[in-house]
C-alpha cells in the first residue's frame, strides 16, 4: 500500500517505523532531539522548549523522513490524513 505524506509517497511494506513525536531544544546550543507526545504532556509540564511537532517515517535504519509542523493541531490534521489512506 502507498501512502503520501504532504508531497512524499511511501510504500507502507517498507516503513520500519511511523510516529509522531515533540521536538524540543535539548539545551546544548541550537541542537533538538524528539520526545514522546505522552512524556511532553504528562513529564515535561513546561520543562522544555518545544519548537515544534513532527511526523517521523524511518525505512530501515539508514533511510528517515521528517515532517515538522509549527503547531500541535497541524500536525494531528496531517495525522489525520494517514489515517484515513491507511483504512481506505
Given amino acids: 500500500m502507498i501512502i503520501t505524506i504532504e508531497d512524499k509517497q511511501f510504500d507502507t511494506a517498507k516503513i520500519t517505523q511511523l510516529y509522531p513525536a515533540a521536538v524540543v531544544k535539548t539545551g546544548h546550543e541550537e541542537e533538538t532531539t524528539q520526545v514522546s507526545l505522552e512524556w511532553l504532556d504528562v513529564e515535561a509540564k513546561g520543562k522544555v522548549e518545544v519548537v515544534g511537532f513532527g511526523i517521523f517515517v524511518n ?30
Avoid: P
Wanted: charged share 40%.
Fill in 59 to 88: 525505512l530501515g535504519e539508514d533511510e528517515k523522513y521528517s515532517f515538522v509542523f509549527d503547531t500541535k493541531e497541524e500536525m494531528d490534521e496531517a495525522v489525520g490524513r494517514i489515517a484515513e489512506q491507511l483504512q481506505s
